[in-house]
């Protein structure tokens, strides 16, 4: 467990849920091996010179075991597959998720096949890639 005093927007990322702007690639992987909390503001009158923003500090706890079972998808190298795939799907922020994973060179068939409709990435959490990385495993 660790506590660092970092700046608000790389808290908000760090700390971010699904659905909301902040939820990224960074997000995700953090979370894959860690719990963050964000546990307090420090305020800016406590810095000489006083910084423009507060300060949050964040507690990072590392895992015992990732957050997900990446072994339970029974394909070759789910680790390197999923990391592809985050990136792929934050690569193309604005996108829907049939039209990143088309942008990252996914295979067209298989996305169709997923149904995905308007699904953006920023709206899964890391339980929610596992079916995709399943798919394209």
Not at 48 to 57: A, H, I, R, T, W
Not at 62 to 80: E, F, T
């Amino acid at each position: 467990e660790v506590n660092i005093l970092v700046q608000k927007e790389f808290a908000d990322r760090l700390c971010a849920k699904p659905g909301v702007k902040d939820h990224g690639a960074l997000t995700l992987l953090v979370n894959y091996w860690a719990e963050v909390e964000r546990l307090f503001d420090v305020p800016r009158s406590m810095f000489m010179p006083e910084p423009k923003v507060d300060s949050p500090l964040v507690c990072i706890k590392l895992r015992d075991k990732p957050a997900v079972d990446l072994s339970k998808l029974g394909i070759d190298k789910p680790g390197q597959k999923l990391r592809r795939l985050i990136k792929t799907i934050y690569s193309n922020r604005r996108k829907t998720m049939n039209n990143a994973l088309k942008a990252g060179g996914y295979d067209a068939e298989i996305i169709s096949s997923l149904n995905l409709g308007n699904l953006r990435g920023e709206t899964l959490d890391l339980e929610g890639l596992l079916p995709l990385v399943k798919a394209f495993g």
